[in-house]
């Protein structure tokens, strides 16, 4: 079977079957996961990644770890779900989606508090697999209002991986190229790398090139220079939270690539589902940022390149200032500035 037609993140015979993308490209290994403490690992150490991925694996993660729960009382079961839903969501701290996945499933079983816990617990697979199935809806949107930016031909720089391996569908900001391909159009990607983890590299790379799109593979440092020789004409990238006020967290690196898009006067889009907006978040200074273990920077791929005992700063994430985007392709439609008034709108009809 080809990486198009491939699920990476599944629901069989009562357990979550994923691939495990700490070992890609090298080898394509899935793990099935029965346990709440295995969909925890999975999640803090990347093996699923990428905001809307880790948000349905989260809402898996909980239907399992409230399946053996006794039968017996509604209210002994909600405390237990209430238990296991703060577990999973202390698995990582940025991406928006991980708690809103699992806020959304509380929710529904809050709701049912007057029926039968078989009941309630049938309701929360269907509302983890309500989650799956809305997220690859989502991604195609994302992709077809994404594809008005595309001309044939062009340039397109993103950093870090946002296709397949990261949402339950086509992606995010790689969704407009998938359908771009599809409809016989030419777009050259360029994949910067993201160091310290490589999700550009072992991730973008692959998946963009095993779908036979044009893609180039450049390493962080390169991104500028590539936009100096006017070989991008558009930025897209992905999101694990985005504030009100338009601010955007994403993987480290996200920022540099917008100054010197700015700086060349290139678009900078951001693309992500309704689930990344955060209005809760006023701006980027209130997001949380993931400091990471300083041996993803020491080491790269296994190879120590840095001496024992240097000093390490290891955020996974950054800030990109409201003022530096473009436009945020959702869902929806695409939204431009001023995000502190055109966000919110997003969900007037809900
Ligand atoms: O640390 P990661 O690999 O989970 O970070 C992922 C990103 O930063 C992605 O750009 C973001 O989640 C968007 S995924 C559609």
Same mark, same amino acid.
């Given at each position: 079977?080809?990486?198009?037609?491939?699920?990476?993140?599944?629901?069989?015979?009562?357990?979550?079957?994923?691939?495990?993308?700490? %070992?890609?490209?090298?080898?394509?290994?899935?793990? =099935?996961?029965?346990?709440?403490?295995?969909?925890?690992? +999975?999640?803090? !150490?990347?093996?699923?990644?990428? @905001?809307?991925?880790?948000?349905?694996?989260?809402?898996?993660?909980?239907?399992?770890?409230?399946?053996?729960?006794?039968?017996?009382?509604?209210?002994?079961?909600?405390?237990? $779900? @209430?238990?296991?839903?703060?577990?999973?969501?202390?698995?990582?701290?940025?991406?928006?989606?991980?708690?809103?996945? $699992?806020? %959304?499933?509380?929710?529904?079983?809050?709701? $049912?508090?007057?029926?039968?816990?078989?009941?309630?617990?049938?309701?929360?697979?269907?509302?983890? #697999?309500?989650?799956?199935?809305?997220?690859?809806?989502?991604? %195609?949107?994302?992709?077809?209002?994404?594809?008005?930016?595309?001309?044939?031909?062009?340039?397109? $720089?993103?950093?870090?991986?946002?296709?397949?391996?990261? &949402?339950?569908?086509?992606?995010?900001?790689?969704?407009? *190229?998938?359908?771009?391909?599809?409809?016989? #159009?030419?777009?050259?990607?360029?994949?910067?790398?993201?160091?310290?983890?490589?999700?550009?590299?072992?991730?973008?790379? /692959?998946?963009? !090139?095993? +779908?036979?799109?044009?893609?180039?593979?450049?390493?962080?440092? #390169?991104?500028?220079?590539? #936009?100096?020789?006017? /070989?991008?004409?558009?930025?897209?990238?992905?999101?694990?939270?985005?504030?009100?006020?338009?601010?955007?967290?994403?993987?480290?690196?996200?920022?540099? =690539?917008?100054?010197?898009?700015?700086?060349?006067? *290139?678009?900078?889009?951001?693309?992500?589902?309704?689930?990344?907006?955060?209005?809760?978040?006023?701006?980027?200074?209130?997001?949380?940022?993931?400091?990471?273990?300083?041996?993803?920077?020491? &080491?790269?791929?296994?190879?120590? *390149?840095?001496?024992?005992?240097?000093? =390490?700063?290891?955020?996974?994430?950054?800030?990109?200032?409201?003022?530096?985007?473009?436009?945020?392709? &959702?869902?929806?439609?695409?939204?431009?500035?001023?995000?502190?008034?055109?966000?919110? !709108?997003?969900?007037?009809?809900?």
């Amino acid at each position: 079977m080809s990486a198009a037609e491939e699920a990476y993140i599944r629901w069989e015979d009562g357990r979550l079957v994923l691939i495990d993308q700490t %070992r890609l490209p090298g080898e394509k290994r899935f793990l =099935v996961l029965d346990t709440v403490e295995d969909v925890f690992e +999975a999640i803090r !150490k990347l093996r699923v990644r990428g @905001a809307p991925a880790i948000g349905v694996a989260a809402a898996y993660g909980l239907v399992i770890g409230v399946q053996e729960a006794p039968e017996t009382s509604a209210e002994a079961f909600l405390k237990r $779900l @209430a238990e296991q839903k703060a577990y999973l969501a202390s698995a990582r701290p940025t991406a928006v989606n991980l708690f809103w996945a $699992l806020e %959304r499933m509380e929710k529904r079983a809050q709701a $049912l508090r007057d029926h039968s816990v078989p009941e309630i617990k049938r309701a929360l697979l269907d509302e983890a #697999m309500a989650i799956q199935a809305e997220d690859q809806a989502t991604c %195609r949107a994302i992709g077809e209002h994404g594809l008005s930016l595309l001309k044939d031909g062009m340039g397109v $720089l993103t950093h870090c991986n946002t296709g397949k391996l990261a &949402t339950a569908g086509i992606g995010t900001a790689v969704a407009p *190229i998938y359908l771009a391909k599809a409809r016989g #159009m030419h777009i050259r990607v360029f994949a910067d790398e993201t160091r310290p983890l490589l999700q550009g590299a072992r991730l973008t790379a /692959w998946e963009l !090139k095993e +779908a036979g799109v044009d893609v180039t593979l450049i390493t962080d440092n #390169m991104a500028a220079m590539v #936009m100096q020789r006017g /070989w991008v004409e558009l930025v897209i990238v992905g999101a694990d939270r985005i504030a009100r006020n338009g601010d955007v967290a994403n993987k480290i690196g996200t920022y540099g =690539v917008a100054l010197s898009a700015r700086a060349h006067g *290139i678009p900078f889009y951001v693309a992500a589902p309704r689930s990344t907006i955060d209005l809760d978040t006023a701006a980027g200074e209130d997001i949380v940022i993931e400091e990471r273990d300083a041996e993803e920077v020491v &080491t790269c791929h296994g190879c120590r *390149i840095a001496p024992v005992g240097v000093k =390490v700063y290891n955020p996974a994430f950054d800030v990109t200032p409201h003022a530096l985007v473009t436009g945020i392709i &959702t869902e929806k439609g695409i939204v431009h500035p001023p995000y502190e008034e055109n966000l919110p !709108k997003l969900f007037d009809a809900d």
